[in-house]
Nanobody, 121 residues
Framework: QVQLVESGGGLVQAGGSLRLSCAAS????????MGWYRQAPGKQRELVAF???????LFADSVRDRFTIFRDNAKNTVDLQMNSLKPEDTAVYYC???????????????WGQGTQVTVSS
């Protein structure tokens, strides 16, 4: 049974910080690329940050230099550290796991249920 459980969301003031965590189970975490996505009301879901098996990271332009993504393979967790938060960061944040074959073909994406982040002005 695959589970991705997000935590750490909440209400913060603009300029504040928040750290989101995603706890994974039922997947080969250490060999799985992990990402954080977000979806604001009335908008499409978008990539926020990604971290590969080898630690390669990428970020959306809108969060670069403010957000950082980390993974802890011993705990099967991936965190998103969010600093200098802006009201436009308000969204539901989702954790995603990419399951790939030995040949690196994408087999399946697993999603968490999401956690709400609200940034007040």
């Amino acid at each position: 049974q695959v589970q991705l459980v997000e935590s750490g969301g909440g209400l913060v003031q603009a300029g504040g910080s928040l750290r989101l965590s995603c706890a994974a189970s039922g997947i080969p975490f250490s060999s799985t690329g992990m990402g954080w996505y977000r979806q604001a009301p009335g908008k499409q879901r978008e990539l926020v940050a990604f971290i590969s098996v080898g630690g390669f990271t990428l970020f959306a332009d809108s969060v670069r230099d403010r957000f950082t993504i980390f993974r802890d393979n011993a705990k099967n967790t991936v965190d998103l550290q969010m600093n200098s938060l802006k009201p436009e960061d308000t969204a539901v944040y989702y954790c995603k796991a990419e399951i790939r074959s030995v040949g690196r073909s994408l087999l399946y994406n697993y999603w968490g249920q999401g956690t709400q982040v609200t940034v007040s002005s």
